[in-house]
T-cell receptor, first 113, second 112 residues
């Protein structure tokens, strides 16, 4: 079946612009995660949803970062007033309830100029 | 907070040989999962192998096996009969309740 998809794959934003990154999880997966991966580093947790409920947003680096999953399926990560330090790959992952494995999407590479 | 440490930024191995990637972690929890993920240049994170902490038996998936030492909080990955397609970044990851905590990664190069 279809895996996790993310769009766009690449995004270039000027400093100060707002961006929205989309994640389509595997159908039926109730859990959804966002991670941020800086160049040459391991991914770092941003936020976690179970269905439409955002249960953990402890990894969001500032109040410029906002995530939603209004119908418990597609999720959007929004970054307001982008800064250069926001440049990274943003990975989305989904999992079943009682999960043992998170399935990752291909990521969105964000470059802030 | 849990931490994961991969002390080898880069490793290389001859094709068909065996290589071991190291990982240590720190946690106060007794029930958790450990993973090795592979990330090729295409960026897609692919699960290589998984270990449940309550299981004493080391996990094995074809050419990939782990050496899980719970008391030492060590979780190494052994790749046997290395193939050119194994070249990638490898990340060790810890999962307690929900989120994954990743190490810094090891870049593995396969020499033909």
């Amino acid at each position: 079946g279809a895996g996790v998809s993310q769009s766009p794959r690449y995004k270039v934003a000027k400093r100060g612009q707002d961006v929205a990154l989309r994640c389509d999880p595997i159908s039926g997966h109730v859990s959804l995660f966002w991670y941020q991966q800086a160049l040459g580093q391991g991914p770092e947790f941003l936020t976690y949803f179970q269905n439409e409920a955002q249960l953990d947003k402890s990894g969001l680096p500032s109040d410029r970062f906002f995530a939603e999953r209004p119908e418990g399926s597609v999720s959007t990560l929004k970054i307001q007033r982008t800064q250069q330090e926001d440049s990274a790959v943003y990975l989305c992952a989904s999992a079943t309830e009682g999960f043992y494995e998170q399935y990752f999407g291909p990521g969105t590479r964000l470059t802030v100029t | 907070a849990q931490t994961v440490t991969q002390s080898q930024p880069e490793m290389s191995v001859q094709e068909a040989e065996t290589v071991t990637l190291s990982c240590t972690y720190d946690t106060s929890e007794s029930d958790y999962y450990l993973f090795w993920y592979k990330q090729p240049p295409s960026r897609q994170m692919i699960l290589v192998i998984r270990q449940e902490a309550y299981k004493q038996q080391n996990a094995t998936e074809n050419r990939f096996s782990v050496n899980f030492q719970k008391a030492a909080k060590s979780f190494s990955l052994k790749i046997s009969d290395s193939q050119l397609g194994d070249a990638a970044m490898y990340f060790c990851a810890y999962q307690g309740a929900q989120k994954l905590v990743f190490g810094q990664g090891t870049r593995l190069t396969i020499n033909p």
